[in-house]
């Protein structure tokens, strides 16, 4: 009998399924996208709907592709964008649109929670600050604004639990996701009675909490008609999309760090120990590997500033005559290849929806900085994969600072398709930037969760061991690191001098 497993990314933009085989081969991939609601400036949201159906089609269109025996499928492992909340009434119906990680809508909500516990209290009960895009502000916001769609709510689910149990009609998360929540007792890794006491939530409206490669749910009889799945296929806890990219990656021991640049930019590092920046600066969570913890930095708008940029404007028009046979996001490259480092003054702050780390700040939008005459569209691109890559050295001086160190940094995501920025990204943080051979990311750590609860693997390490190795490195230049140990500390001031006028700006827009 073959073993095959599958992993399921929910993602932001997309969600993505992926099939693979007991020595880690991917077999198949599918990926559906759906979008992102803005219904006012600072806020975010998405259909839960459109998440369900795009697993459902992924799913189909993998097992159909692929041609794999359905009754050869050991598990499925889900993975998921965090900190969403889809609210359920009595009869399991969406109440309203969910609400996202990258909403802000919550400040107040934020201000409310350290009144209630004090702020170096809340961090201390939580090991982290309450942000406007974390779970536990979205459920006070709600209960304030839209009290009526409150009263309704008998369940309140994660972006992948949501779908788990549209999968399979059962309610449950796991720790790596919980832990975003700010509700979980990080160190205990289950829910916290003392934080749910004083936020007045019931424990009931939330789900049970496993660990994340224990098989919590199992495919129901509608799921396998409309997949092809076989009922009763086991469904592991999963985990959230940084904690299983991080599997994905083999970022499984501490003093192994890794750096995704997706939509969002995440610094992620592995603990031994519950650990917290007394701070808050950095978020101290669970990881999806039994008896482990990890934190994370996060830039809100990493890769993401970059497909901003090209929606917007598009690659130029003298690249796209000069490399007629490249296309899209290639032809960026090109652009911040013909500039040299440090864009000749023009710096990037990538704060297009608020920032996470380090400043926590909701407010703060992306700059241009130095712009002069000299300046083309060229130096526009490099210039944002500059300016994330010095948010991504903000994110790992901080996991530095707590004393976990790597010799090498893996990157992954849609940034690591890209030689220049990881050349980039290995001269800002002054280490070897490696990738590997998956580029699966969190789908890809979602389905080797899978085969360790379903026994196709031993333990995390092992299947990581099995399945992954690195492919490729970039070495910083010297003299290229000079020049952004040069540049870095103007790129943090700007931040300093500009915070109260982000406020101010915001007032009048």
């Known amino acids: 009998m073959a073993n095959y497993l599958i992993g399921t990314d ?28 803005v219904p006012k400036a600072g806020w975010a949201e998405q259909n839960p709907k459109d998440w369900y159906d795009a697993t459902i089609a992924t799913i189909k269109e993998s097992l159909e592709k692929s041609k794999i025996n359905p009754a050869d499928i050991q598990a499925i492992g889900l993975s998921g964008q965090m ?7 009595n009869n399991n119906e969406v109440i309203r649109p969910a609400i ?21 209290e809340f961090i201390k009960l939580s090991f982290n600050q309450a942000l406007p895009g974390f779970t536990a502000p979205k459920i006070l916001w709600l209960r304030e604004n839209e009290p009526e769609n409150y009263s309704k709510v008998t369940k309140i689910l994660l972006p992948k639990d949501y779908v788990r149990f549209m999968l399979s009609g059962v309610f449950a998360t796991e720790v790596s996701d919980a832990a975003g929540t700010v509700m979980l007792d990080i160190a205990k890794r289950d829910w916290s009675s003392e934080i749910l006491a004083g936020l007045k939530v019931k424990e009931e409206l939330l789900p049970p909490v496993f660990e994340s490669p224990e098989l919590s749910s199992k495919v129901n009889a509608k799921t396998a008609k409309l997949t092809g799945l076989r009922e009763g296929t086991p469904i592991a806890g999963g985990g959230s999309d940084n904690a299983a990219g991080a599997i994905g990656s083999g970022i499984i021991r ?14 992620f590092a592995t603990s031994d120990k519950p650990l917290y920046d ?39 028009n003298d690249m796209k005559n000069k490399y007629p046979d490249k296309k899209g996001y290639e032809l960026l490259d090109k652009q911040a290849e013909d500039v040299g ?18 400043h926590g700040d909701p407010h703060a939008r992306g700059v241009f900085f130095g712009l002069s005459y000299i300046h083309d569209q060229n130096h526009f691109v490099r210039s944002i994969m500059e300016g994330v890559s010095f948010s991504q ?59 360790v609860g379903s ?35 103007i790129y943090k001031s700007l931040y300093e001098d500009l915070k109260e006028d982000y406020k101010r700006v915001e007032e009048i827009s």
């Not at 480092?341 to 380090?358: A, C, H, K, Q």
Request: proline residues 4%.
């Open 10 to 37: 929910i993602g932001t933009t997309s969600t993505k399924t992926v099939i693979i085989n007991e020595k880690g081969k991917v077999i198949v991939s599918a990926i559906k996208d759906y979008p992102m609601d």
């Open 254 to 267: 501490e003093g192994l760090i890794s750096d995704s640049i997706g939509t969002s930019g995440v610094v």
């Open 393 to 451: 050295l903000d994110c790992l001086s901080l996991i530095r600072a707590q004393d976990i160190s790597s010799d090498k940094v893996v990157m992954f995501g849609g940034g690591a398709k890209s030689k220049v920025w990881r050349q980039i990204l290995s001269d800002i943080l002054s280490t070897k930037i490696v990738t590997l051979n998956t580029e699966e990311g969190p789908a890809f750590g979602a389905a080797l969760i899978a085969g």
């Open 83 to 89: 900190h969403g909340s889809v609210f359920l009434d």
């Open 278 to 316: 007394k701070y808050g600066r950095i978020h101290a969570f669970c990881h999806a590997i039994p008896g482990k913890w990890h934190f994370t930095g996060v830039t809100l708008s990493a890769a993401g500033s970059l497909k901003w940029y090209y929606e917007t404007f598009g690659a130029s």
């Open 100 to 120: 996202l990680w990258c909403d802000q809508r919550n400040e107040k909500q934020c201000k409310e929670i350290y009144d209630i516990f004090g702020y170096k």
């Open 455 to 489: 026994k196709v693997f031993k333990n995390i390490e092992e299947a990581c061991d099995t399945t992954i190795k690195e492919v490729s490195e970039n070495n910083p230049i010297a003299e290229n690191v000079d020049k952004y140990k040069k540049i870095y500390p």
């Open 341 to 358: 480092p440090g864009s000749d003054g023009l710096i990037f702050l990538p704060y297009l929806s608020g920032e996470r780390t380090p």
